[in-house]
């Protein structure tokens, strides 16, 4: 077994999403490419579907400054200021990934019959409990993937913007396996995401838990937090894994709200909103 682990029981309960009731390995790379990342997690995803790996792997960590582009991304959503961008594999469109944002890519079996969709709202979840440890409520927004600041109504932001991004979301499942994942904005500079339509999304604005919260945080004050959140949440129901507004259905050939950032990669699927398959 490996020396770094997440745990938060012994036993796994029977509402585990994951395969393997062994612990997940928490490894913290610190800032790595993205592009050494991508192969990592695809070799990694690869071996644990062969079998060779066995057991599930958390990846945390931050990327140098970079632009990556899902599956669904648009033209009119690049950056207008001329900056590279990697197209990769995953579902979504157009994020920003840098320092002072905390990456997370599980690489995690899913126990059958795969429930995507439940997945996705698993790591919200676990993002938004972490989010209120810190004095920041977040919620999810229907029809949108991800962690959002929603102000009460009649309130103004500074920013005009009364639903605000904290945390982006964007998977791939193959073979049964996760891979890509989720990314946290802790204290990133937020004018990197100015160049772009952030997830493709106009109308909504992205914000950071730093300056939700009104203090100073980093990557080494959440860290620990992130990785116990994400394996308790795929272990264990949170009691926030319900998105409000919403009744999706499960498996891999059903859709996602309209702009879950998913990707299969499951003989059969279907081709639906949201969801980039091949068959």
């Known amino acids: 077994m490996p020396a770094d682990t997440v745990t938060d029981h012994t036993a796994i309960a029977a509402s585990s999403l994951r ?17 050494d990342t991508y192969d990592l997690q695809h070799r990694l995803a690869g071996e644990r ?3 060779t790996l066995d057991h599930d792997v958390l990846l945390l960590l931050e990327h140098p400054s970079v632009y990556t ?9 690049r950056p207008t200021n001329g900056a590279e961008v990697i197209d990769v594999d995953r579902g979504g469109r157009i994020t920003w990934h840098g320092p ?12 059958e019959p795969l429930d995507v969709v439940e997945y996705v709202r698993r790591i919200e979840g676990a993002l938004i409990a972490v989010c209120a440890a810190h004095g920041v409520t977040t919620t999810r927004v229907e029809g949108r993937s991800g962690v959002w600041v929603v102000d009460e109504p009649g309130t103004v932001h500074p920013s005009g913007q009364a639903e605000r991004k904290l945390g982006q ?11 890509h994942g989720f990314a946290l904005n802790v204290n990133p500079d937020m004018s990197a995401f100015e160049a772009i339509v952030p997830c493709g999304i106009a109308d909504a604005g992205v914000t950071s838990l730093s300056r939700e919260a009104g ?8 860290l620990d937090e992130v990785a116990a959140a994400v394996a308790a949440a795929l272990d264990h129901p949170t009691g926030t894994d319900q998105p409000t507004g919403t009744d999706q259905p499960t498996g891999t ?3 996602a709200a309209p702009d879950h950032q998913t990707a299969f990669d499951q003989p059969g699927t279907s081709t639906v909103p ?3 398959s091949e068959q």
């Open 19 to 35: 395969r393997s009731a062994e612990p997940i390995e928490n490894r913290r790379l610190g800032v790595v490419d993205y592009r």
């Open 49 to 51: 579907a062969d079998g």
């Open 69 to 77: 582009a899902g599956k669904r991304t648009e033209d009119a959503d």
């Open 100 to 111: 002072g944002q905390l990456v997370g890519y599980p690489i995690v079996a899913l126990a």
């Open 169 to 179: 979301i964007g998977i791939r499942v193959a073979r049964g396996v996760t891979l």
């Open 215 to 222: 203090v100073e945080l980093n990557i080494d004050d959440v």
């Open 253 to 255: 050939d059903q859709p």
């Open 274 to 276: 949201g969801v980039a």
